[in-house]
């Protein structure tokens, strides 16, 4: 018919599984990521991307879902991730030996049908990069996911996430506001969450989420009222500085003590 | 007339040391535990089976095949009881008695009589029967001890409080009298040392397996030169239960090598699977994994060579009907998971093993966090941990 539009996939008929955190579910206008969408957290390192990433494959999981997660950086702790709200018992742990091969794997995964979210950790060193042969996987991945349901959350570094900025549907940018605190203790970091691309709503709203060490969502119902934000980049301790300094990046090092991270 | 084989062999659990009053009649001391745990019983039922179609697993430990009518064809009882012996020998190697009478009772007692006739050294199996007929069964019966009979300690020191100590004396009684005295189980007692025993033989289902076997002449250089023909034989296995609306849960590949022990990869699905390429696949990956661990290399004037295969079997059993296939209920994910295991053997095979894990709180309670997970590993036939 004249006029009409291809049937190009809408929120509507895709469906979301929830992020596990309400207000990102808000701002992405999509009632959580969309099905069938590879999202690229964009977060320097310590920003939360991977307690988020978690937070969401727990919310998947409490949704009746099996999540997975492709862990090409080496990073993952599954005690942490059950610390965190992970049902192990339904969590695949996936570990490649490249980045490339961890987003064929994805890819495979996300073929079947059968996995509903997945957080996809090519981690921080670019030794192993396949250069322009992992961006061409990852668009592969992206049109696989479109096929599917599944959701990929993708975690990578800064030498990768210019070149898949173009191929992921939903990209957010996260940031850190403050730190929790709660007298002298770090509890937890607010992040404020930007959606800077989204495939199918409105991109640049803006959500502010709190994420707690160690106990995830699931933390102690005290806890959110006694806690304060502090500023984001408190002053290094003596000692600390002088051990930092020794170090090759300036990291932010709260002066103080964090609680069951 | 029926005549009942039965054969016995440690792991049957029979009347604790504290009833056996005779030395005569107690059961041999049990084999060690690993060698119960290491029996295949399927397989020693299976050689049954060739002896004759009606044979039943009563336990663990206790075998009953109808041996009515086989005199003709294979002998006395005592050479059939040798036969069937020797079939569960080439199984496992057991000491096994065996005991043939008019019904299961009478030819379990008999079993467990078998070890009087020992001592002879001309017989070869511990072998004891019953004579034909009720009033020649119940003569011999009379003279044996009521230890022999199953019963509870309560009747048993009852029985002996009424001065009964032979099977003899029990079956003299009128039933009514046993019956006011010891109750039902009491009156079943009777009967049992009257030698009756109204429960019939109920013969198990023989599983069914197909195979197709293919023998190599000449010899195949590796076991990589067999795939084309494994292939072949996992399409016609296939094609052969498709049209019966089955599907195999369990493949298992034999190789027969020209200067090595046989080869032999199992490999069970996750549900049964109809899908000959990737069965092929899969049984192809766990043969060459198999060999490179055998190191199946001959040596030869030529220098190391693969050794040489001269046939493979291939088996389907546990066939069942994939629409019938049962999901774990309750938990939203399990069915799920079971479906994804199949897919995940895929990846193992795609991409190698080591990859696919799942990870379990191993020690919730260890002081360091990362000593309270632990990673298996998923996509093959087994789960490994780390």
Redesign the interface.
């Known amino acids: 018919m004249v006029g009409e539009a291809v049937a190009e996939p809408s929120p509507s008929n895709r469906g979301a599984l929830p992020t596990g955190f309400g207000a990102l579910d808000e701002a992405l206008r999509t009632g959580g990521w969309p099905r069938g969408s590879l999202a690229l957290l964009d977060a320097p390192r310590g920003a939360g991307a991977t307690s988020l990433a978690i937070g969401s494959l727990a919310a998947a999981q409490e949704a009746g879902g099996i999540v997975a997660w492709i862990d090409a950086a080496g990073c993952l702790d599954a005690a942490t991730a059950e610390r965190l709200g992970i049902q192990l018992e339904w969590l695949l742990v996936v570990k490649p030996t490249s980045p490339l091969e961890a987003v064929e794997l994805a890819g495979w995964l996300a073929r079947s049908g059968l996995v509903d979210a997945m957080a996809l950790d090519l981690g921080e060193s670019p030794d192993q990069a396949g250069g322009n042969g992992l961006v061409a996987g990852l668009d592969r991945l992206g049109k696989l996911l479109v096929r599917g349901r599944s959701v990929a959350l993708l975690l990578t570094g800064e030498w990768l996430r210019a070149a898949v900025a173009r191929v992921a549907a939903v990209r957010l940018a996260l940031e850190r506001e403050a730190w929790l605190a709660v007298g002298r203790d770090l509890v937890g970091q607010r992040i404020r969450a930007t959606v800077t691309r989204h495939r199918w709503a409105l991109a640049g709203e803006t959500a502010s989420l709190d994420l707690w060490f160690g106990e995830g969502r699931r933390i102690d119902a005290l806890l959110p009222p006694l806690a304060v934000p502090r500023e984001a980049a408190p002053a290094l301790a003596p000692v600390a500085v002088a051990t930092a300094v020794a170090e090759t990046e300036p990291e932010e090092q709260p002066d103080l003590r964090i609680l069951s991270a | 007339m029926t005549r009942i084989l039965a054969l016995i062999w440690p792991t049957l659990r029979t009347a604790p040391a504290s009833h056996a009053g005779h030395a005569a009649h107690r059961a041999p001391a049990d084999a060690p535990a690993e060698a119960e745990s290491s029996v295949d019983v399927p397989a020693m039922l299976d050689r049954l089976d060739d002896l004759s179609p009606r044979v039943e697993a009563v336990d663990r430990g206790v075998a009953l095949v109808d041996v009515t009518g086989l005199g003709p064809s294979l002998g006395d009882e005592r050479r059939i009881a040798t036969r069937a012996v020797a079939m569960v020998r080439e199984v496992a190697t057991l000491p096994v008695r065996a005991g043939v009478g008019e019904n299961r009772w009478l030819a379990v007692l008999a079993a467990r009589l078998a070890l009087t006739a020992r001592p002879d050294p001309a017989v070869s199996v511990a072998f004891h029967a019953f004579p034909d007929g009720l009033e020649a069964t119940r003569a011999v019966l009379a003279s044996l001890p009521l230890v022999l009979l199953p019963a509870d300690p309560d009747t048993r020191q009852r029985f002996a409080l009424f001065g009964l100590t032979t099977m003899g004396e029990l079956a003299a009684l009128p039933r009514s009298a046993v019956g006011a005295q010891f109750g039902v189980s009491g009156e079943r007692l009777q009967a049992l040392a009257r030698g009756e025993d109204p429960r019939p033989l109920t013969p198990r289902r023989r599983p069914e397996r197909l195979t197709r076997r293919v023998t190599f002449e000449p010899p195949v250089e590796g076991v990589g030169g067999t795939a084309l023909v494994l292939r072949r034989a996992c399409a016609e296995l296939c094609d052969a239960l498709k049209l019966r609306h089955l599907a195999p849960g369990r493949a298992i590949l034999t190789i027969d090598l020209e200067d090595a022990p046989a080869l032999t990869v199992e490999l069970t699905f996750p549900e049964p699977a109809l899908e000959p390429d990737w069965i092929a696949r899969l049984l192809i990956g766990r043969m060459e994994a198999a060999s490179r661990t055998r190191h199946l290399r001959a040596t030869s004037p030529e220098g190391e060579e693969e050794a040489r295969v001269v046939a493979i079997g291939l088996a389907f059993d546990r066939l069942s009907d994939p629409a019938a296939r049962q999901l774990p209920a309750f938990q ?2 399990a069915g ?2 079971e ?2 295991r199949w ?2 053997e895929r ?1 193992a095979t ?2 190698g093993e ?8 191993e020690r919730p309670n260890a002081s360091l ?7 298996r590993s ?1 996509g093959g036939d087994r789960e490994d941990e780390t």
């Open positions: 939203a994910q799920r998971w479906e994804l897919s995940l990846l795609r991409f080591g990859r696919l894990w799942r990870a379990s709180t966090p990362e000593r309270q997970a632990g990673l998923v």
